[in-house]
């Protein structure tokens, strides 16, 4: 999975914190925490960029720090004005379901089948959770 270089910004006195990806153009996103900044701007910049492909438009490679420094021209605006950090915001798959091949233990396997109707459901659910609790800012 690929993932783009996001700059995130505390503003003082509003309570939050702003994303910006110098790579995706008009990208932004942002929340009143953290952790909430990285969830909406994963989920967001999925979406931005599904929208750009709808339109056409082209989805820019993801570059280096080196690189967005050297050739984003508000690099050195941000560099001088602004109190940031850098991180990674992941780009997700297009939503959709996708059949996996799971070996779990046969106990836990039976626990699971007694509380739920539906296996993948529950799976999904958990993941869902355990993500909720995870920020996730760098991607490998």
């Known amino acids: 999975m690929k993932s783009y270089i996001a ?3 505390y503003v ?3 309570n939050g914190f702003g994303v910006i990806v110098p790579d995706i ?4 996103s942002g929340g ?7 969830k909406n701007a994963t ?7 599904d929208v750009m492909k709808e339109h056409g438009e082209k989805i820019t490679a993801p570059r280096t720090l080196e690189q967005i420094k050297k050739e984003w021209q508000n690099w050195k605006e941000w560099e001088k004005k602004y109190d940031f950090h ?3 915001i992941p780009v997700l798959p297009p939503y959709g379901t996708q059949k996996v091949l799971l070996s779990i233990d046969t106990a836990l396997v039976a626990r699971i089948d007694r509380v739920a109707k539906n296996r993948s459901a529950f799976f999904a659910s958990a993941a869902e959770r355990f993500f909720e609790e995870k920020t996730i800012v760098s991607a490998p």
């Open 7 to 9: 700059f995130f910004e």
């Open 43 to 49: 989920e967001g910049l999925a979406s931005h960029i």
């Open 32 to 38: 009143d925490t953290y952790e909430e900044s990285v």
């Open 25 to 28: 153009p008009g990208f932004s």
């Open 86 to 88: 850098i991180g990674h």
């Open 12 to 14: 003082p006195g509003e």
